[in-house]
């Protein structure tokens, strides 16, 4: 039920529907469901998914939730950017977006429009007004920070109001006060907002981060704003209240520091059995000059009407490594990858089935055995920013068996094929019930050709 094309199903056909069925045990807190295939997330499939427990460590701290899921936003629909993206014509820019939103609302002045990459001309349209959220004074707030996008790392804050850190994609952190969080593609956080303010509008500001941008969009205003409101306050003029002084983490496109994030409930990390390096980059292909995105030696060429799980069930294996690299994980034990990244860029890499342990990351050249690595209490987390040009080493604990994805979550970087599988407990892949509705979606996308 994990949903991912090509790795654990086929694509659900046009018109038809399925129903994931799965069961959630000891796991709460701030996720998100959304389209795995292609780049289909981006047009707008996607929502929160929230999981709330009474054994939440932080249950007694607020009194109120809210939910802000920002994203980048093209006015092109993604598949003719894919196109012109994967041809030599882009020589590797990403697009990049137009606009911005919050939960799903944004302005855009469509007399940028002309500057645009791929103008809309009179289809442009300005927009929805931007969110407000309304806040009674003296309450706290438990604001959960989701980034859907395709692109664009954001600096989040909010005028006046402290952050307090409390989870970080699904695990509970030890609480830690920012002012402004940077968060990455399918990155998720919980922040405490304590509404203790004058009873007045303030500013929420996602800044989308343009210098992790390859190339300019002259047609972005890259300030994507809201509005919170306190009760009683007037509400008849936008928010007077400035931004804060501190600066934002601008030229690097990275993520809150290690020892800024540490998890709430402690777990004992496992010595790593296997070590696997993982070299990330981009390469021009030769027959078609394009620029392909290549975990070590293969780009990722998803199966038409089959998925890597399926046949691993049947017991085809090794696979093609042309298209599918899959790392076979035979022991329930710990692996360490060293995530090496040769690129200009930053990659949010995100782990299905499993979280990182994160035991460190860097600019300079990782140095095994001799750079140092956090591996008491390290931070916990399923989508973790890769520096460019850096590194970043994680664990996992092969304990969850299937067929499980790990890929760059920037949405051109995944569809120019940036994604590594795991092949977890294969012996368990093929005495796993995997429910017939799911295999039969094979056959009717086959149909359709
Ligand atoms: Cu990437």
Known sequence: MDGTVGVTQCAIPPGQSFTYNFTVSNQWDTYWWHAHAASQYIDGLYGPLIIHSTEEPHLTEYQEGVIMMIADH???????????????????????????????????????????????????????????????????????????????????????????????????????????????VAQRYSVLVHANQAVDNYWVRALLNINCFNSPNPALNPSIQAIIHYEGATNTHPPNSVDWSSSVWV?????LTLDMLKPYFPVPILPADANYHIDISFQTTSKDHVNMGYMNQTSWRPLMNNSTLFQSQRGISPFDTSSQWVIPLNATNGVQLVLNNL?????????????????????????????????????????????????????????????????????????????????????????????????SMCAASNAMK
Not at 130 to 159: C, E, K, L, W
Not at 251 to 255: E, G, L, Q, S, T
Request: charged fraction near 20%.
């Open 251 to 255: 030229a690097i496109c990275v993520d």
């Open 74 to 184: 093209y006015h092109t629909d993604s598949g003719s950017l894919v196109s012109w993206y994967l041809s030599p014509e882009s020589e590797g820019t990403e697009p990049v977006p137009d606009s911005g939103v919050i939960n799903g609302r944004g302005t855009f002045d469509c007399s940028r429009d002309s500057q645009a990459l791929f103008p809309t001309g009179n289809k442009c349209n300005n927009g929805t007004p931007m969110p407000v959220f309304d806040f009674m004074a003296r309450t706290t707030y438990h604001v959960r920070i989701i980034n859907s996008g395709g692109f664009a790392n954001f600096q989040f804050s909010i005028d006046n109001h402290n952050l307090t850190v409390i989870e970080a994609d699904g695990v509970d952190m030890q609480p830690v006060q920012v002012q402004r969080l940077p968060v990455h």
């Open 343 to 439: 690129d200009e860029g930053s990659h949010p890499v995100h782990f299905h089935g499993h979280v990182f342990y994160v035991l460190g990351w860097g600019h300079e050249n990782y140095q095994p055995g001799v750079t140092p690595l956090e591996l008491v209490n390290p931070l916990r987390r399923d989508t973790i920013t890769v520096p460019a040009y850096g590194w970043t080493v994680v664990r996992f604990m092969n304990d969850n068996s299937g067929m499980r994805a790990m890929h760059c979550h920037i949405s051109w970087h995944s569809e120019s094929d940036l994604m590594v599988q795991f092949e977890s407990l294969p012996d368990r892949i093929k005495t796993m019930d995997i429910p017939s509705e799911l295999k």
